[in-house]
């Protein structure tokens, strides 16, 4: 039923897509030598991008007229008008959403008369506030980074993070294969991935989306959103729009390839590294890419291709990880390095794309674009906390992407869009090779080692529908859109494990069981993820006023589902039947005003205040509980912990695992409803269903952009984000006064702000007589219990420059988050106020990028320099139970052995800074219209060593586990052709 809508919606909008969520524009006033506004002017836009050769309008009664959806690209623009001679503007670059503003004098002359004016391409837009990155071939080609496009933007973006260290695309240890990138305080869950502006987001998971690594070959730009987006922006996070490689009407194409391994790797591991307890860092066993390109006529002047592949291999050795002499001996319960095998991961990507496209007809385009790719991580989620013998194989046998679009420039004022896009990825997280199924997985709790085995794993399939129609009414003073977006989908979950439970070790003794109920099968369905927008960009004088509302549907459901037994809760058996979910409506409002300051159209003054929607995640909650609320089946109690003493030291657990009662060496199980089907949590009507209930920020940001030479433009801004409609988990079986407070003395360590040995009171422990009793979970709004604040402010100033050969582009970015729940936290079921405040001082970064040829020589030198803020620390110290007992009165309940503690308040203390510079030396050949570039790249120049995450448990504190990988060497070559 719901593809059923799907497809009459698409049909009412019409169908197939362009991207014109990220298609720039060219607009402008023509007048005559008096000054006064000509109606009735043709401006041509012409470009060789344009499939349709050239794109007209008319100037309206003001003089002013407007091309919009103009894909990236250098154009002419031409203005006639009979009785006046023809004015001809040359050289008008064009990328992303930029609105270049042209105007034009026209003279009294005849048509024969043609005056070309030759000038600088605007830099400054006056049209937009939305912030834009543009990443062009220009990038692409020259600055030394990975070629992945969130390596670049992350590099080169002041303000924007990615939560995955990536130093030249070196990232052997990853555990996603797309970054989350987050920007001025945004969730990375809300990122969104287009492709030609349909969103490519799976059923699963909204926030990552599809692809193990970026076809760069296949790609001719890609444009990242970052803040106040437009009306047909849903979510407040990064946006990445990926435009792909048209074929033209001569064959052209492109060869890379790279290779660089350990022999072309220094050391940066220092004396003092080591004594603080790092063996090894980060390096590199091999790493290379080859990504070929070429497209052209199937008919000329109607059909064209592009073809494209990528294929990469990544490895690398683990810091501080070396291979377990133990592995696989389910007899053995210490972790033995053996210092001469240092452990690796790596990952093996693969990718082909084919993209059409056809003018089949003078005012009808249709582009296609079908892609295949295989991500094969193993092994995977090996890290200097994870042994490798306990890490995963993490492959994606099926990434598939096909889409088909349209483009309809109907008349001079009316734009029709529309397209389709449908995705599927089949993602697995299984054993490494040799995987001895007895082997139970053990952590340690001192060191927070884990080791012998991963715990569970898992397969999944996902499929996503996306459809995306528009129709815009273009005049010279409006730019009037209506559109629709509509997501569905289904997502297939299976989770097992080989043993139903793990183990914590406490310097080596059995402190903690956790035991399991798997396999369990998760079904989940995306029905609606339903957009319909409209939006006018209204011009008035030097004033141009963007606004526009959103209507936002979002409902999922889950079908049924049966669910066996399992080794601990073998009488388990139920089926639940389908459910529904979610059903979400929202409106949400968007502005935007920019001012051209003294109407030379380089200065401009800008602001906005956007009201965005939290990301609609898949079918059973992978971006927030919420979304996985409804369904039995994944509420379901398939995990819970109890205490254990192993008085016989045989590694065995003398007591009946499935009594949930204290007995033998086992304590009482933590959730007495293990494997049962009794949801531990259920959900206020209030965030689950009606108007208004989905989360949401609200983003206001004003700033200027002003032209200080021609090419060179500065920006500076102010960005505050607010969060709303946040919720909380209130455990209603019990209340605060069934917490009884305690506090410690935390221990002496001149590392400790002060030094340590100051109480840290405010924290609690669960009376006995409630431990242990089914939990009532309610998820509620927090505002039920008090005012919970979420905040984020900052600043950002940015160049960027191309004059003759020069590209610089960076600047600096500084903010600072700010969260509260102190009222909330005091009236919920665990009433600690430990750092319920926290307002961190200002995080500030640097980020540039600069590129410079040769004249004469063709050579291109270019580099990349980077300072970012320290991680944040945390010491997370484990009390025993005689240090608690003296304050709490009593032991720990349920026979815990120690409470964990941070000494440290979140964001007082940060890890040292990083400095980053990344350097290119290229040479440039040409032949027969030919070019090729040898490039030598050297990342970490200075082969600086600064740490990057630090391990947080109080028994290894400050023990570093990555640093910044060293110094390396990378060889490359790029042949266009």
Not at 204 to 221: H, I
Request: charged share 15%.
């Amino acid at each position: 039923m719901r593809h059923a809508f799907v497809v009459l919606a698409a049909l009412v909008i019409i169908p197939a897509a362009a991207g014109a969520q990220t298609q720039a524009s060219i607009t402008g006033v023509v007048k005559d030598a008096s000054g006064a506004v000509l109606p009735g002017v043709t401006a041509e836009a012409a470009s060789p991008v344009l499939i349709e050769k050239v794109r007209s309008v008319v100037t309206d009664g003001s003089g002013q007229y407007r091309i919009e959806a103009l894909p990236p690209g250098v154009y002419t623009v031409t203005f006639v008008l009979p009785g006046f001679s023809t004015v001809k503007r040359v050289g008008i670059e064009l990328a992303g959403s930029f609105s270049a503003q042209v105007n034009a004098e026209l003279s009294v002359g005849t048509l024969e008369e043609t005056v070309t004016v030759t000038g600088e391409s605007p830099v400054v837009d006056v049209q937009n506030t939305v912030q834009q990155r543009v990443i062009d071939r220009q990038t692409i080609d020259t600055i030394p980074l990975s070629n992945s496009v969130y390596n670049m933007a992350s590099s080169t973006t002041p303000g924007l993070t990615a939560q995955q260290a990536d130093v030249g695309g070196v990232n052997p240890g990853r555990t996603t294969a797309v970054p989350a990138l987050s920007i001025h305080g945004s969730v990375s869950g809300d990122q969104q991935l287009f492709q030609n502006g349909i969103q490519m987001a799976s059923a699963a998971r909204t926030s990552y989306g599809l692809g193990g690594g970026q076809n760069n070959a296949g790609t001719q730009e890609v444009t990242l959103d970052t803040s106040a987006g437009t009306a047909e922006a849903a979510t407040g996070g990064v946006r990445i729009n990926f435009i792909p490689r048209d074929g033209g009407n001569t064959f052209a194409g492109v060869m890379y390839a790279r290779f660089t391994n350990h022999s072309l790797q220094s050391s940066n591991l220092s004396d003092d590294l080591i004594a603080r307890g790092l063996k090894t860092p980060n390096s590199i066993k091999t790493n290379w890419e080859v990504n070929p390109g070429f497209g052209g006529p199937i008919r000329r002047d109607k059909l064209w291709f592009y073809l494209s592949g990528r294929y990469t291999r990544d490895e690398g050795f683990i810091a501080g990880m070396y291979y377990n002499r133990n592995a696989n001996n389910p007899n053995a319960w210490t972790y033995d390095p053996d210092f001469s095998r240092p452990a690796t991961a790596g990952s093996v990507q693969s990718e082909e794309k084919l993209r059409l496209s056809w003018q089949a007809a003078p005012k009808h385009k249709i582009g296609l674009t079908w892609q295949e790719q295989r991500d094969n991580p193993c092994p995977a989620d090996v890290t200097a906390t994870s042994s490798a013998e306990a890490g995963t194989c993490r492959p994606q046998p099926v990434i598939r992407v096909a889409q088909t679009e349209w483009t309809s420039p109907m008349t001079n004022r009316l734009l029709l869009e529309g397209g389709f896009l449908y995705s599927k990825v089949q993602s697995n997280q299984l054993p490494p090779d040799g995987h001895n199924p007895l082997m139970i997985s053990v952590t340690e709790q001192s060191t927070g080692l884990r080791y012998r085995s991963f715990d569970q794993f898992r397969r999944q399939v996902v499929a996503s529908y996306n459809f995306r129609g528009s129709v815009s009414y273009i005049t010279g003073t409006h730019a009037t859109k209506i559109g629709l977006t509509h997501r569905s989908g289904w997502v297939d979950y299976y989770a097992f494990d080989f043993q139903p439970v793990s183990y914590r070790f406490n310097n080596g003794v059995p402190n903690q069981i956790t035991q399991r109920a798997l396999p369990t099968q998760y079904y989940g369905n995306i029905d609606h993820d339903l957009g319909l927008y409209v939006q006018d960009k209204w011009t008035v004088s030097r004033l141009a006023i963007s606004y526009g509302a959103r209507y936002d549907y979002f409902a999922n459901s889950f079908p049924e589902v049966h669910i066996g037994p399992a080794a601990l809760a073998p009488n388990r058996n139920f089926t639940v039947p389908r459910q529904s979910n979610i059903s979400w409506q929202d409106i949400t409002p968007k502005l935007g005003v920019t001012y051209d300051l003294f109407g030379t159209g380089r200065t401009a003054l800008k602001a906005s205040a956007n009201k965005y929607l939290q990301n609609g995640g898949g079918g059973f909650g992978t971006d927030t509980t919420i979304l996985g609320g409804g369904q039995a089946s994944n509420t379901l109690i398939t995990s819970t912990s109890r205490s254990w003493t192993d008085t016989n030291r045989n590694f065995v657990p003398d007591c009946d695992l499935i009594n949930t009662a204290a007995n033998g060496e086992c304590g009482a199980m933590a959730n007495a409803n293990f494997g049962k089907l009794v949801p531990g949590r259920t959900y206020d009507p209030a965030v689950m269903r009606g108007w208004g209930a989905r989360g949401y920020n609200w983003e206001f940001s004003a700033g200027v952009q002003h032209e200080l030479a021609p090419r060179i433009a500065v920006d500076a801004g102010y960005f505050r984000r607010v969060f709303g409609n946040l919720t909380v988990n209130d455990d209603r079986t019990v209340s605060p006064a069934d917490f009884d407070p305690f506090s410690i003395t935390a221990p002496l360590d001149p590392r400790l702000p002060g030094g340590g040995g100051n109480v840290i009171s405010g924290l609690y422990n669960l009376k006995p007589a409630k431990f242990g009793l089914p939990a009532d979970v309610l998820v509620t709004r927090s505002s039920n219990f008090g005012k919970q604040i979420s905040h984020w402010s900052g600043m950002d100033i940015t160049i960027n420059a191309r004059p003759g050969n020069v590209l610089l582009r960076g600047g600096v970015s500084t903010g600072r988050p700010s969260t509260d729940n102190c009222d909330v936290v005091a009236k919920l079921d665990n009433p600690s106020p430990l750092y319920c405040h926290s307002a961190y001082g200002l995080q500030t970064e640097v980020k540039f990028l600069a590129s410079y040829t040769v004249p004469r020589v063709d050579v291109l030198l270019s580099g990349v320099f980077q300072r970012l803020q320290g991680a944040v620390l945390a010491a997370n110290y484990n009390a025993p139970n005689a240090l608690v007992a003296p304050s709490l009165g009593r032991s720990l309940s349920g026979g815990a052995a120690n409470a964990t503690v941070n000494l440290v308040a979140p964001g007082s203390m940060f890890g040292e800074r990083v400095n980053q510079v990344d350097l290119r030396i290229a040479k440039l050949l040409r032949f027969a219209g030919a070019r090729t570039m040898l490039n030598v790249d050297i990342f970490n120049a200075l082969n600086s060593n600064p740490v990057l995450v630090e391990n947080a448990n109080f028994a290894v504190w400050r023990t570093p586990t990555d640093i910044l990988t060293a110094r390396f060497i990378r060889f490359s070559v790029q042949y266009d052709f």
